[in-house]
């Protein structure tokens, strides 16, 4: 492992290690990622072996370390997926996108450290060994049927499927997984999920959690299996199942289980789940009580709103799918502050197509767009999971370039609406 960074004032500055060096084994073990040095740098006793240039030496602490060396290590290698899935999203990009957008991710690595979604499908018996020797927990996996047969069809895979006998091995080994289904309606539904449900339940609390999310198809499907999106009929549907469903598991295993992600609720028109649905909101990462944390912090929020502003017209940006609600649960308070004129923006995701209504997916240009014909507000405020940590839109626009194209200034509000009236003030 190289190291790229030294921090200021840690032992790895006192003991002299320099960017370049490379951190090769502790006490004997080889390190081939950071996981394998945050696993051994913990010992009572340590051996680093590092090597410099041509010459390699060693480093002892007989005592161990009592906080972190303060290197800095070069980034994973990602091992890359394999599968053909049928719903896979970097094949629903459009034309032009950057290059780390069409990359299709498949590392048990990743998961542990950042919650990516896995299949399982490349996780070797040694993987699964070192998995379960470094309690690399949680896990999250995509599942979306244990059907041997449907589910190899849906990840266009052809050799045997191993998945329930994987997630037994984790299971065994008390590693946590959180489970993940992308419904496909004439697909996945019906008895296969039920199916899905049944066979996972067989391992919680190991197992701690389903979320089920709607496919998501974009307008660049050429080439690609036909696939029927979630309509408002099918989503009142999932509801009523799950409800049935959570009712009989809730019963044997005093957890909800399953978890529905917010566009079914939307989509259905039907009311957010309260907090105490979403237990720990385990799956919030997945779409699932985002909606619900969004109202509640904001009634919390309320409370300590001013009571007058100068006079100020603010543009709030969101998908279609989400503006209804949040006209209803978000516009009155705000517009209840003198001087304070709220407005929710929808804009239409043009850049992707199909029926992609999420704000997450919103991209600058179509922002842009959006005002062509209408003038902004004082302040545009976008929604927190449109950009990435390089504050990048999927479609590469900088906040600076859209603040130039609509001509006002534009934030995005992370931690809750009083971060507005902050810069307001």
Not at 167 to 177: G, N
Not at 296 to 314: G, Q, R, W
Request: proline residues 4%.
């Amino acid at each position: 492992m190289k190291i790229i960074g030294i921090r200021e004032n840690s032992i790895s500055q006192e003991i002299d290690l320099r960017p370049g060096d490379e951190l090769l084994s502790i006490n004997g073990e080889q390190l081939n990622d950071v996981i394998d040095y945050q696993f051994n740098i913990h010992d009572e006793e340590l051996e680093l072996e590092i090597k410099r240039g041509d010459e390699k030496f060693i480093v002892e602490f007989e005592d161990g370390l009592d906080e972190d060396l303060g290197i800095d290590l070069e980034e994973l290698t990602c091992r890359s997926c394999g599968n053909k899935c049928m719903f896979c999203f970097v094949d629903q990009n459009p034309n032009g996108v950057r290059s780390s957008l069409l990359f299709k991710d498949e590392d048990y690595r990743m998961s542990f450290l950042y919650g990516n979604y896995i299949t399982l499908t490349n996780t070797s018996r040694k993987s699964l060994q070192r998995i379960a020797e470094q309690r690399l927990s949680p896990l999250y996996i995509s599942v979306h049927a244990t059907n041997p047969e449907v589910r190899s069809r849906m990840l266009g895979v052809r050799k045997q499927d191993t998945l329930l006998s994987d997630l037994k091995s984790l299971a065994d080994q008390r590693i946590t997984m959180h489970a993940q289904i992308v419904l496909c309606p004439g697909w996945n539904d019906g008895a296969v999920l039920d199916e899905t449900i049944n066979d996972l339940a067989e391992f919680f609390p190991m197992v701690e959690t389903v979320a089920i999310v709607p496919v998501g198809l974009t307008g660049h499907r050429n080439g690609l299996e036909q696939l029927t999106s979630v309509t408002p009929d099918k989503a009142r549907e999932v509801i009523a199942w799950e409800k049935k469903k959570t009712a009989d598991l809730l019963t044997k295993m005093q957890s909800y289980f399953i978890f529905l992600a917010d566009e079914f609720f939307l989509l259905a028109g039907e009311e957010i789940p309260p907090a105490e649905r979403y237990e720990d909101f385990a799956q919030i990462e997945n779409g699932v009580g985002m909606v619900r944390q969004l109202f509640d912090e904001f009634e919390e929020d309320v409370k300590d709103f001013p009571t007058i502003v100068n006079a100020t017209t603010i543009d709030i940006i969101t998908g279609k799918m989400a503006a209804s609600v949040l006209e209803e649960r978000i516009l009155p308070s705000l517009n209840r502050i003198d001087g304070l004129q709220a407005n929710i923006r929808a804009v239409k995701n043009r850049f992707h197509g199909g029926g992609v209504s999420v704000s997450g997916l919103l991209v600058g240009q179509d922002i842009a767009h959006h005002f062509a014909d209408k003038k902004c507000g004082d302040l545009v405020v976008l929604p927190p999971n449109c950009l990435n940590h390089d504050n990048l839109f999927l479609d590469d626009w900088t906040v600076e370039r859209l603040q130039a194209a609509i001509g006002a200034p534009v934030v995005q509000v992370k931690n809750g609406f009083q971060e507005i009236f902050q810069l307001l003030s």
